[in-house]
């Protein structure tokens, strides 16, 4: 509010200048002229005199110039004033704001988080690691049992052997490998956590 109402004052100034500048203008040419006419008379007393007030009135013409730049340079100065505090209140609630979030974040904590988390995903990703080779090894197994029993069937036949009711009897090789249930290892948190320390994850 105080620099509008110095601008305002500044603006003011600035108009009366110029108002006084074009009244010394006007009274300029009209000193111009009475000096013709005495010249054109020879009266040369009334044209020194005359000549006198014309040097004056061109000095304080001269004058509201150099005032008047000086308006103009305070008004850019007010207004680069306004801008800098502007900015220093832009600064200020900026500052207040950074504050108010560092004393919400904790570093160590923040930290500890991220290394809680970077662990349980490597957790994770170990004992995913851990039944998929589980699933590919009964899965292997099961497949194997399967295309050899294809090739003795394919053999028997070449060979004309009935298997339907002689072999009903003859113990299957389903019955020596382990079911899911028994090759299916638990995984406890234990061993993960041997396993994480031994890879260098605290």
């Not at 994770?124 to 590919?136: C, Q, S």
């Not at 294809?150 to 072999?167: A, C, F, P, R």
């Amino acid at each position: 509010d105080i620099i509008k109402e110095q601008n305002r004052e500044l603006r003011g100034t600035q108009r009366a200048i110029s108002r006084d500048r074009a009244a010394l203008e006007k009274q300029e040419k009209q000193l111009e002229l009475e000096i013709k006419k005495m010249a054109k008379t020879g009266n040369k007393e009334a044209c020194k005199v005359l000549a006198k007030q014309l040097v004056q009135l061109r000095k304080q013409k001269n004058r509201t110039y150099a005032v008047s730049s000086k308006v103009t340079s305070m008004s850019t100065q007010t207004k680069v004033m306004n801008s800098q505090m502007k900015m220093a209140g832009a600064m200020s609630a900026t500052a207040k704001t950074m504050q108010a979030v560092n004393k919400k974040m904790d570093p160590q904590k923040t930290l500890q988080t991220m290394q809680n988390f970077q662990k349980e995903n490597m957790k994770m990703e170990m004992t995913e690691e851990m039944i998929n080779d589980t699933l590919d090894d009964i899965f292997d197994a099961s497949d194997e049992e399967e295309e050899s029993q294809d090739i003795v069937n394919q053999v028997l036949d070449e060979i004309g052997i009935e298997i339907s009711g002689k072999m009903a009897k003859a113990p299957s090789a389903a019955r020596g490998l382990p079911s899911a249930s028994a090759s299916t290892t638990t995984i406890s948190d234990e061993e993960i956590e041997r396993q994480l320390k031994a890879l260098g994850v605290d």
